[in-house]
T-cell receptor, first 115, second 110 residues
Framework: NAGVTQTPKFQVLKTGQSMTLQCAQD?????MSWYRQDPGMGLRLIHY???????DQGEVPNGYNVSRSTTEDFPLRLLSAAPSQTSVYFC??????????????FGEGSRLTVL | GEDVEQSLFLSVREGDSSVINCTYT??????LYWYKQEPGAGLQLLTY?????DMKQDQRLTVLLNKKDKHLSLRIADTQTGDSAIYFC??????????FGQGTELSVKP
């Protein structure tokens, strides 16, 4: 099993450009989520999904869109990138909802720079 | 407040004990977690504690939970240089969201 796979690992964008961060998991996990990590801020939840066709907002959803058309994939879209979105993005998945001790499995991260 | 709070840095000598503290917010959290992040990598689950427990021990790790004060701590005995990493506490919120603290960067000096 590959686990949680994120692409790309690195990306540089100009302000106003759009892009999609891809996330795929091969563990048949119900729960998937996107976090961003910034110095001194820890990990902040952007969006999450408890199953195919269901998504919900996290702590910092503005500027990001998600969809969950399959169990395996959970892409994160930036429609018009801003410098404030410069960050390291992590995708994470879980066998069950986190409140049922579902351990979160993380991807290796995607480092995004917006100029 | 809404945040899960941790101090940002901790420095210890090799062989000493490390204690990393966390204050969480949601008294209804069923489980509380400690995750570890090594440089350039994603997070990995270190340990967790069920909310009806006061303490959990797992080899060199001891987790203490004070529900009254909403305080969680992680003690690492006989800290080694390989324990240098960022440690995150996390709580579950309604709907299954997992919310993390800011992370504590542990530096272990030989």
């Amino acid at each position: 099993n590959a686990g949680v796979t994120q692409t790309p690992k690195f990306q540089v964008l100009k302000t106003g450009q759009s892009m999609t961060l891809q996330c795929a998991q091969d563990m048949n996990h119900e729960y998937m989520s996107w976090y961003r990590q910034d110095p001194g801020m820890g990990l902040r939840l952007i969006h999450y999904s408890v199953g195919a066709g269901i998504t919900d907002q996290g702590e910092v959803p503005n500027g990001y869109n998600v969809s969950r058309s399959t169990t395996e994939d959970f892409p994160l879209r930036l429609l018009s990138a801003a410098p404030s979105q410069t960050s390291v993005y992590f995708c994470a998945s879980s066998r069950r909802l986190a409140e049922n001790t579902g351990e979160l499995f993380f991807g290796e991260g995607s480092r995004l720079t917006v100029l | 407040g809404e945040d899960v709070e941790q101090s940002l840095f901790l420095s210890v000598r090799e062989g000493d004990s490390s204690v990393i503290n966390c204050t969480y917010t949601d008294s209804s959290s069923t489980y509380l977690y400690w995750y570890k992040q090594e440089p350039g990598a994603g997070l990995q689950l270190l340990t967790y504690i069920f909310s009806n427990m006061d303490m959990k021990q797992d080899q060199r790790l001891t987790v203490l939970l004070n529900k009254k004060d909403k305080h969680l701590s992680l003690r690492i005995a006989d800290t080694q240089t390989g324990d240098s990493a960022i440690y995150f506490c996390a709580e579950t919120r309604r709907g299954g969201k997992l919310i993390f603290g800011q992370g504590t960067e542990l530096s272990v000096k030989p």
